[in-house]
């Protein structure tokens, strides 16, 4: 799925909150105004408010069921979006370690956030790369570590 | 009154069903479309593209209906913070039932029809609202 969109370049606020939508929904940059998805009755909805919204704000879009012109470019697509997810689980990770070795209140704080920032990641992880289980593993570690009341 | 929304229910749809029930139309019929474009003459529009009682800006349709019927009683807005949580998850704010709430209508989406979905979530949404009417009152969790 395609969104093409255009947005007025002032004010900068209502852009900038187009971004984060879409950077939260974890979408693939394909160019200036163009993103893409994988389509399902979620991302679908999702797109589609946004696109609204894009409206409202007196821009324009056009949304998009589309299929690549080769499946090379398709997984090249598919390819990159694993590799952003990757990245964000790679910091996840590496902050489970360096909390492993902190004082418990600090531990536990810091697993509370990580197992939410986990669980936005896995939203918009559509093609899942091979980081997330260790990441995963990581966080589960810290957690029977810390007193049972925070590991909830 | 005949009212309509995208078919495929989810949180938000659900919510907004209870509350036009509950607040806006004692005696509502729902229509279920597929299409924008198939939504009948006299039906109301909700939860779906181009249509006033949608997501705008930071809200989702639910929010806009209070807002649109003046509805200030908190409670119901204790309870668009479910589900604005539930159905957009940008963590505006703190709601921990959210995640449950979503869960449970997309699993009730995979095995019922929408007309059943609405039917199985009025008391659910009955039972959300008077614990938080309590909560309201009391200034602390029911027992």
Redesign the interface.
């Known amino acids: 799925m395609l969104l093409a969109y255009r947005i007025p370049r002032q004010p900068s606020t209502p852009r900038i909150s187009i971004w984060r ?1 879409l950077d ?1 929904l974890g979408v693939a940059r394909l160019g200036d105004g163009l993103v893409a998805l994988p389509a399902d ?1 979620r991302t679908r909805e999702q797109i ?2 946004i ?3 894009i409206g ?1 704000m007196g821009g324009s879009s056009t949304v998009w069921l589309a299929a690549a012109g080769s499946a090379a470019q398709e997984k090249d697509i598919a390819a990159e979006m694993r590799q952003a997810r990757a990245a964000e689980y790679r910091a996840v990770l590496q902050q489970a370690e360096t909390a492993a070795g902190a004082r418990p209140g600090e531990r536990s704080r810091t697993l509370k956030r990580l197992q939410a920032e986990l669980r936005r990641i896995g ?1 918009r992880d559509y093609f899942p790369p091979a980081e997330r289980e260790a990441a995963q593993r990581a966080v589960r570690a810290l957690a029977e570590d810390s007193p049972s009341e925070v590991a909830r | 009154m005949r009212w309509a929304t995208r078919a495929g229910v989810h949180i938000d749809r659900a919510a907004c069903a209870w509350l036009i029930r509950r607040h806006v139309d004692p005696e509502p019929e729902f229509v279920f479309v597929d299409d924008p474009a198939s939504v009948p003459g006299d039906a109301t529009p909700f939860d779906m593209r181009g249509a006033d009682l949608s997501h705008h800006g930071d809200d989702c349709s639910f929010e806009t209906i209070l807002r649109r019927y003046e509805l200030g009683d908190p409670v119901l807005w204790k309870l668009a913070e479910i589900v604005h949580e539930a159905d957009i998850d940008d963590e505006r704010f703190d709601a921990p039932e959210a995640r449950g709430v979503d869960v449970i209508l997309r699993g009730l989406s995979m095995i019922c029809s929408d007309e059943r979905v609405l039917e199985i979530t009025g008391p659910i949404f009955d039972g959300l609202y008077e614990f938080h009417r309590r909560a309201l009152l009391l200034g602390r969790e029911p027992a």
């Open positions: 939508k939260r009755a589609d408010w696109a609204e919204e409202e939203r």
